[in-house]
């Protein structure tokens, strides 16, 4: 404060003005930080093949289940054949995934519904393929809206799965999350997926549910 002053009456002597309105931000501002998030989740299930199956089964890490329909079928499921061999009638195949998902913004994954976070990972199914299928551009979407039923919305997994010998198939997946009065509801409703699977690379061929 001392020399402050000096320096003052030194400026002040020599006729001189100390200008102090400096520019006290940067030129460029700092860019924004985007915070992201990243988890892992694994679940597993059963697929039909065939038509319509029953409702899901529970299973410890989360369900998967090829319908979305929560009656049972009128009728013995369609036989299909997957391209593992021809498959039993209306049979039941277990499935289980292990999926990283990744967004690099989190305030566009939670305010967007059209954000679509990375997902990878690897994928069991053995009416499929003995060996694991790996997922390596699949997609995630949080809180989709649909049309109906009022104050829902889905959780959309969408992923190409590929196998050793490089066949490719495509599961589409949802969790319907709706807006219940007990906030316990929540844990069943994000840990039930419906899904469908397909051969190739996008939907199209439907090998295990058919509504």
Same mark, same amino acid.
């Given at each position: 404060?001392?020399?402050?002053?000096?320096?003052?009456?030194?400026?002040? =002597?020599?006729?001189?003005?100390?200008?102090?309105?400096?520019?006290?931000?940067?030129?460029?501002?700092?860019?924004?930080?985007?915070?992201?998030?990243?988890?892992?989740?694994?679940?597993?299930?059963? #697929?039909?093949?065939?038509?319509?199956?029953?409702?899901? #089964?529970? @299973?410890?890490?989360?369900?998967?289940?090829?319908?979305?329909?929560?009656?049972?079928?009128?009728?013995?499921?369609?036989?299909?054949?997957?391209?593992?061999?021809?498959?039993?009638?209306?049979?039941?195949? &277990?499935?289980?995934?292990?999926?990283?998902?990744?967004? =690099?913004?989190?305030?566009?994954?939670?305010?967007? &519904?059209?954000?679509?976070?990375?997902?990878?990972?690897? #994928?069991?199914?053995?009416?499929? =393929?003995?060996? &694991?299928?790996?997922?390596?551009?699949?997609?995630?979407?949080?809180?989709?809206?649909?049309?109906?039923?009022?104050?829902?919305?889905?959780?959309?997994?969408?992923?190409?799965?590929?196998?050793?010998?490089?066949?490719?198939?495509?599961?589409?997946?949802?969790?319907?999350?709706?807006?219940?009065?007990?906030?316990?509801?929540?844990?069943?409703?994000?840990?039930?997926?419906?899904?469908?699977?397909?051969?190739?690379?996008? @939907?199209?061929?439907?090998?295990?549910? @058919?509504?």
């Amino acid at each position: 404060a001392v020399a402050e002053r000096c320096c003052v009456l030194l400026a002040a =002597d020599l006729g001189l003005r100390i200008d102090y309105a400096l520019p006290s931000a940067a030129k460029t501002p700092n860019p924004t930080t985007k915070v992201g998030l990243e988890f892992t989740e694994t679940m597993k299930g059963y #697929v039909w093949e065939g038509g319509r199956g029953p409702v899901p #089964v529970p @299973e410890a890490a989360g369900d998967v289940a090829a319908t979305a329909d929560a009656e049972p079928a009128a009728e013995p499921a369609t036989s299909t054949s997957s391209s593992n061999g021809p498959a039993t009638t209306g049979s039941r195949n &277990p499935i289980q995934f292990t999926l990283t998902v990744r967004a =690099d913004d989190l305030d566009a994954m939670l305010n967007t &519904p059209e954000h679509k976070a990375h997902m990878h990972g690897t #994928v069991m199914c053995p009416a499929i =393929d003995s060996e &694991p299928l790996s997922v390596v551009n699949g997609e995630f979407q949080l809180f989709v809206e649909v049309p109906s039923p009022p104050n829902t919305r889905h959780m959309v997994y969408s992923m190409a799965m590929y196998a050793k010998d490089g066949r490719a198939h495509f599961l589409y997946g949802f969790k319907v999350v709706k807006d219940h009065p007990n906030p316990l509801r929540i844990w069943h409703d994000t840990s039930t997926l419906y899904v469908t699977v397909h051969e190739g690379e996008c @939907e199209s061929s439907l090998i295990f549910y @058919e509504d």
